[in-house]
C-alpha cells in the first residue's frame, strides 16, 4: 500500500515467549529441586532428630508421671526413686536437643530450640528442689504416716515427736536449697516467649499451658519465699528450745460469725518440744463475765442486737479481716483476771472435730460421752455436732442427770477442752502409720478451707502464715474482688440448716464499662425447732437473722437492691467498697438478696477480667455461678478462695 513501509519482523521476537517460558521452568525445576534437597537434608537433620527428641521428651513426662503418682500413694522413698529415673530421662532428651542446637541460627526455628532448651533446663532445677524436699521428709515419714523407712520408728509417740522437734532445726536450712532451685526454674520458664505458639495449627493449647506454667512458677516462688521464715521457725513454734502456750479459739460455724462463728469456748494449749499439753479450757461465757468495764457496744452490735449494749469478748471477731478482729479481741482478753500469756491464736470450727474424729475410726470418747460423726436425724448432721450444741445450748442434759443451770454449767464448761484432749491422745498414742498421715493432710486441707485461722505473735512466723493464705486476711487485688460476709445476730444455730447459692452475672457496656449483678438465694427446707428450753428443748432452728457485707472493689458504685430489711448502706473499710444490708430467712422459707453495681474501673478490648472471690472461713460449699449477660460460663463450689479470668 502507497504511503505504508513494510515491516519485517525479527525471528528473535517471535522465540522471546518460549525463551522466557523455559527460563521460568528452569527456575521452577530448580526451585523444586531445592525444596526437596531441603526437605530431605530436613528430614534427616531435623525430622528424625525431632522425632527422637519427642519419644524422649514423653518417656521423660510419663516417668514424671510416676513421681506424681508416688506422691499421690504418699510414698517418700519410692518418689525418691523415681525422681533419680525422671532426671536420667531428662539427661537423654537434652542430649537428643543438642542435635538440634544448629537451628538456634535458622530464623524462627531458633525461637522453638530456645524455648525447649528453656524448660528442659528449667525441670532440671524442679527436679533439683524435689530432690531436696524429699531428702528433707525421709527421716520423718514415719511420724507423717508416710510411707517410707523413717529415723524415728523406736519409743514412744511422745518421744517420736519430741526427737523429730529437737532434729527439725538441722533440716530446715533445705528450704534455701528447695527456694534457690525453684528461683532457677522460674527464671528459666519465664525466659520462653508464649507468643512464639499463634492461635494457629492447634498451638493455641501450648501457649495456653506455657502461660498458666510461667503463672504456676512465679506463683509457688513467691509461696516458698515468703514462707521460708515461717518453716525456719518451726521448730521455735513448737517448743523448743522453750516451750510456747496458745489460745485455742473455737468458732460455732453453725451460728455463723464474719471470722467463721460465734466464739462459743476457749482453750490454752502449751507445747513444750512437740509434746501437746491443755492447760486450761473453759466456756466462753465464764471468760466474758470476769471482765469488767467494758465497751460500749459498736455500731453493728447496737443496731441488730438492740439489747446488748456493751462488747463482750465473745461478739469482737466483728472484722471479716481475722487478724483485725483478733486485735480487738486481745484487747478485752488482757482485762481478764484468768488470762494467759500466749504465743499466738489458733481458732477452728466445727469442721476440724468432724473431719478429725471420722479419722480416728469415728469414734472419741470424752467426760464419760461417746461423740461420733454418724447422722443424726434430729438435725440431719453428725452426732458431735448435736451433742456439743445440747451440751452447751441447753441449761439442762437429759443423758447426764443434772438437774440445775449451775451443775450443767459445771459438766459442759469443759468439754471442748475434754473433747479436743481426747482427740489428740487417741491420735498420739496410735501408731504413726495408723493416723498420722490422713491427719496431717486433713488439718492442710482445714487450713486451705479456712477452717483453721492463725495468728502468730511471731513476725516471721506470721508473714509465712500469712503467705499460705492460712490467717483469714482480706486481700488486696488487681481486678475484680468479691467477698461476701455474713453474721447470724438470732442466736439460734440456723446456718446449719440454711442452704446458699450465689450468681454473679456480668455485662459490658461498649465502651468497656462493668456492670454486675449478685444475686444470693437462701433456702431452709426444715421445720423450726422446739424452743421451749424449760422443757430441755435444743432450740437450733429458728429465724436467721442475717448481717449482710458485700466487699467488693474499692470505688465501685451501687445501681440498685432489693431484698434487705434495712436500707442499703455503702462505706469504704479494708480497702475495699462496702455495701451493707440485713435480711431474714424462716424454717421452711427462702429469701433473696440482689444487689448491682458498677466497677471502678473499664475493660480493655478482649482483654479478659481477672477476679479473685474470697471465702468467708467458717463457710462451706456455697454454689457459685458466674453468668456473662445471663448465659453460664463458670459453675463451682467455693470451697476456698478462688481466682478466675473470664471472657467478657
Same mark, same amino acid.
Given at each position: 500500500?502507497?504511503?505504508?513501509?513494510?515491516?519485517?519482523?525479527?525471528?528473535?521476537?517471535?522465540?522471546?515467549?518460549?525463551?522466557?517460558?523455559?527460563?521460568?521452568?528452569?527456575?521452577?525445576?530448580? %526451585?523444586?529441586?531445592v525444596?526437596?534437597?531441603?526437605?530431605?537434608?530436613?528430614?534427616?537433620?531435623?525430622v528424625?532428630?525431632?522425632?527422637?527428641?519427642?519419644?524422649?521428651?514423653?518417656?521423660?513426662?510419663?516417668?514424671? &508421671?510416676?513421681?506424681?503418682?508416688?506422691?499421690?500413694?504418699?510414698?517418700?522413698?519410692?518418689?525418691?526413686?523415681?525422681?533419680?529415673?525422671?532426671?536420667?530421662?531428662l539427661k537423654?532428651?537434652?542430649?537428643?536437643?543438642?542435635?538440634?542446637?544448629?537451628?538456634r541460627?535458622?530464623?524462627?526455628?531458633?525461637?522453638?530450640?530456645?524455648?525447649?532448651?528453656?524448660?528442659?533446663?528449667?525441670?532440671?532445677?524442679?527436679?533439683?528442689?524435689?530432690?531436696?524436699?524429699?531428702?528433707?521428709?525421709?527421716?520423718?515419714?514415719?511420724?507423717?504416716?508416710?510411707?517410707?523407712?523413717?529415723s524415728f520408728?523406736?519409743?514412744?509417740?511422745?518421744?517420736?515427736?519430741?526427737?523429730?522437734?529437737?532434729?527439725?532445726?538441722?533440716?530446715?536450712?533445705?528450704?534455701?536449697?528447695?527456694?534457690?532451685?525453684?528461683?532457677?526454674?522460674?527464671?528459666?520458664?519465664?525466659?520462653v516467649?508464649?507468643?512464639?505458639y499463634?492461635?494457629?495449627?492447634?498451638?493455641?493449647?501450648?501457649?495456653?499451658?506455657?502461660?498458666?506454667?510461667?503463672?504456676?512458677?512465679?506463683?509457688?516462688?513467691?509461696?516458698?519465699?515468703?514462707?521460708?521464715?515461717?518453716?525456719?521457725?518451726?521448730?521455735?513454734?513448737?517448743?523448743?528450745? &522453750?516451750?510456747?502456750?496458745?489460745?485455742?479459739?473455737?468458732?460455732?460455724?453453725?451460728?455463723?460469725?464474719?471470722?467463721?462463728?460465734?466464739?462459743?469456748?476457749?482453750?490454752?494449749?502449751?507445747?513444750?518440744?512437740?509434746?501437746?499439753?491443755?492447760?486450761?479450757?473453759?466456756?466462753?461465757?465464764?471468760?466474758?463475765?470476769?471482765?469488767?468495764?467494758?465497751?460500749?457496744?459498736?455500731?453493728?452490735?447496737?443496731?441488730?442486737?438492740?439489747?446488748?449494749?456493751?462488747?463482750?469478748?465473745?461478739?469482737?471477731?466483728?472484722?471479716?479481716?481475722?487478724?483485725?478482729?483478733?486485735?480487738?479481741?486481745?484487747?478485752?482478753?488482757?482485762?481478764?483476771?484468768?488470762?494467759?500469756?500466749?504465743?499466738?491464736?489458733?481458732?477452728?470450727?466445727?469442721?476440724?472435730?468432724?473431719s478429725?474424729?471420722?479419722?480416728?475410726?469415728?469414734?472419741?470418747?470424752?467426760?464419760?460421752?461417746?461423740? %461420733?460423726?454418724?447422722?443424726?436425724?434430729?438435725?440431719?448432721?453428725?452426732?458431735?455436732?448435736?451433742?456439743?450444741?445440747?451440751?452447751?445450748?441447753?441449761?439442762?442434759?437429759?443423758?447426764?442427770?443434772?438437774?440445775?443451770?449451775?451443775?450443767?454449767?459445771?459438766?459442759?464448761?469443759?468439754?471442748?477442752?475434754?473433747?479436743?484432749?481426747?482427740?489428740?491422745?487417741?491420735?498420739?498414742?496410735?501408731?504413726?502409720?495408723?493416723?498420722?498421715?490422713?491427719?496431717?493432710?486433713?488439718?492442710?486441707?482445714?487450713?486451705?478451707?479456712?477452717?483453721?485461722?492463725?495468728?502468730?505473735?511471731?513476725?516471721?512466723?506470721?508473714?509465712?502464715?500469712?503467705?499460705?493464705?492460712?490467717?483469714g486476711?482480706?486481700?488486696?487485688?488487681?481486678?475484680?474482688?468479691?467477698h461476701?460476709?455474713?453474721?447470724?445476730?438470732?442466736?439460734?444455730?440456723?446456718?446449719?440448716?440454711? &442452704?446458699?447459692?450465689?450468681?454473679?452475672?456480668?455485662?459490658?457496656?461498649?465502651?468497656?464499662?462493668i456492670?454486675?449483678?449478685?444475686?444470693?438465694?437462701?433456702?431452709?427446707?426444715?421445720?423450726?425447732?422446739?424452743?421451749?428450753?424449760?422443757?430441755?428443748?435444743?432450740?437450733?432452728?429458728?429465724?436467721?437473722?442475717?448481717?449482710?457485707?458485700?466487699?467488693?472493689?474499692?470505688?465501685?458504685?451501687?445501681?440498685?437492691?432489693?431484698?434487705?430489711?434495712?436500707?442499703?448502706?455503702?462505706?469504704?473499710?479494708?480497702?475495699?467498697?462496702?455495701?451493707?444490708?440485713?435480711?431474714?430467712?424462716?424454717?421452711?422459707?427462702?429469701?433473696?438478696?440482689?444487689?448491682?453495681?458498677?466497677?471502678?474501673?473499664?475493660?480493655?478490648?478482649?482483654?479478659?477480667?481477672?477476679?479473685?472471690?474470697?471465702?468467708?472461713?467458717?463457710?462451706?460449699?456455697?454454689?457459685?455461678?458466674?453468668?456473662?449477660?445471663?448465659?453460664?460460663?463458670?459453675?463451682?463450689?467455693?470451697? %476456698?478462695? &478462688?481466682?478466675?479470668?473470664?471472657?467478657?
Amino acid at each position: 500500500m502507497d504511503g505504508f513501509k513494510k515491516i519485517e519482523l525479527d525471528a528473535s521476537f517471535e522465540k522471546e515467549p518460549s525463551r522466557k517460558k523455559t527460563k521460568l521452568i528452569k527456575i521452577i525445576i530448580a %526451585t523444586i529441586i531445592v525444596l526437596v534437597g531441603i526437605s530431605i537434608i530436613s528430614f534427616f537433620t531435623i525430622v528424625l532428630p525431632a522425632q527422637r527428641i519427642y519419644a524422649h521428651g514423653q518417656r521423660t513426662f510419663d516417668q514424671a &508421671k510416676k513421681v506424681w503418682d508416688a506422691v499421690k500413694k504418699q510414698n517418700i522413698e519410692e518418689a525418691s526413686i523415681e525422681v533419680d529415673k525422671t532426671k536420667k530421662e531428662l539427661k537423654e532428651t537434652q542430649n537428643s536437643l543438642k542435635t538440634l542446637s544448629f537451628t538456634r541460627f535458622i530464623p524462627v526455628l531458633n525461637n522453638y530450640y530456645n524455648d525447649a532448651e528453656h524448660l528442659s533446663q528449667a525441670g532440671v532445677h524442679g527436679l533439683d528442689a524435689a530432690t531436696e524436699l524429699l531428702n528433707a521428709l525421709v527421716p520423718y515419714t514415719d511420724l507423717l504416716g508416710l510411707k517410707g523407712k523413717g529415723s524415728f520408728v523406736m519409743g514412744t509417740a511422745e518421744q517420736r515427736i519430741q526427737t523429730a522437734v529437737l532434729t527439725m532445726g538441722k533440716i530446715t536450712p533445705s528450704i534455701d536449697e528447695i527456694s534457690k532451685s525453684l528461683i532457677l526454674a522460674r527464671n528459666e520458664i519465664d525466659k520462653v516467649d508464649a507468643n512464639h505458639y499463634p492461635s494457629l495449627f492447634g498451638l493455641e493449647k501450648i501457649k495456653n499451658q506455657l502461660v498458666k506454667v510461667q503463672t504456676l512458677a512465679d506463683e509457688g516462688v513467691l509461696v516458698v519465699e515468703q514462707a521460708r521464715p515461717f518453716i525456719k521457725t518451726l521448730p521455735s513454734l513448737l517448743g523448743d528450745p &522453750k516451750e510456747k502456750k496458745y489460745l485455742v479459739l473455737f468458732q460455732n460455724d453453725k451460728e455463723l460469725r464474719p471470722t467463721g462463728g460465734f466464739i462459743t469456748a476457749y482453750a490454752v494449749f502449751r507445747i513444750d518440744k512437740g509434746v501437746v499439753h491443755v492447760d486450761r479450757s473453759d466456756d466462753i461465757y465464764v471468760l466474758d463475765n470476769a471482765i469488767s468495764q467494758k465497751p460500749k457496744a459498736p455500731a453493728p452490735i447496737v443496731k441488730y442486737l438492740p439489747k446488748v449494749s456493751v462488747l463482750h469478748l465473745r461478739d469482737t471477731n466483728l472484722s471479716p479481716d481475722f487478724i483485725e478482729s483478733m486485735k480487738t479481741f486481745n484487747t478485752l482478753y488482757k482485762k481478764a483476771p484468768s488470762s494467759i500469756k500466749v504465743d499466738g491464736i489458733i481458732a477452728i470450727d466445727t469442721h476440724v472435730l468432724v473431719s478429725t474424729i471420722k479419722i480416728l475410726d469415728n469414734e472419741v470418747f470424752a467426760s464419760g460421752i461417746k461423740f %461420733t460423726t454418724d447422722n443424726d436425724k434430729r438435725c440431719d448432721c453428725p452426732q458431735v455436732i448435736y451433742r456439743l450444741e445440747e451440751l452447751v445450748s441447753t441449761p439442762r442434759s437429759l443423758d447426764l442427770r443434772v438437774t440445775s443451770l449451775e451443775s450443767a454449767q459445771a459438766q459442759r464448761k469443759d468439754i471442748l477442752g475434754a473433747l479436743l484432749y481426747a482427740i489428740m491422745e487417741k491420735a498420739l498414742k496410735s501408731s504413726p502409720k495408723l493416723y498420722w498421715g490422713p491427719l496431717f493432710q486433713d488439718i492442710f486441707t482445714k487450713v486451705s478451707e479456712k477452717h483453721v485461722l492463725l495468728y502468730l505473735y511471731n513476725k516471721d512466723a506470721q508473714d509465712g502464715i500469712e503467705a499460705l493464705n492460712a490467717a483469714g486476711r482480706i486481700k488486696s487485688y488487681e481486678g475484680d474482688y468479691l467477698h461476701i460476709n455474713e453474721a447470724n445476730f438470732g442466736g439460734a444455730k440456723s446456718n446449719l440448716f440454711v &442452704k446458699e447459692s450465689v450468681n454473679v452475672d456480668f455485662d459490658v457496656a461498649s465502651d468497656g464499662t462493668i456492670n454486675k449483678k449478685l444475686t444470693i438465694s437462701y433456702a431452709n427446707p426444715y421445720p423450726p425447732s422446739d424452743c421451749n428450753l424449760e422443757r430441755g428443748n435444743l432450740c437450733i432452728n429458728a429465724i436467721l437473722r442475717n448481717w449482710i457485707r458485700i466487699y467488693v472493689p474499692l470505688g465501685s458504685k451501687l445501681i440498685d437492691s432489693k431484698g434487705s430489711e434495712v436500707k442499703i448502706s455503702s462505706y469504704e473499710e479494708l480497702d475495699k467498697t462496702v455495701f451493707e444490708g440485713f435480711l431474714t430467712v424462716r424454717p421452711k422459707g427462702v429469701a433473696t438478696f440482689t444487689i448491682s453495681y458498677t466497677l471502678p474501673f473499664k475493660l480493655k478490648r478482649s482483654s479478659p477480667l481477672p477476679i479473685l472471690i474470697q471465702k468467708q472461713p467458717g463457710t462451706d460449699n456455697n454454689k457459685y455461678t458466674i453468668t456473662v449477660r445471663g448465659k453460664e460460663v463458670e459453675k463451682f463450689p467455693l470451697l %476456698t478462695d &478462688k481466682e478466675i479470668k473470664i471472657k467478657l
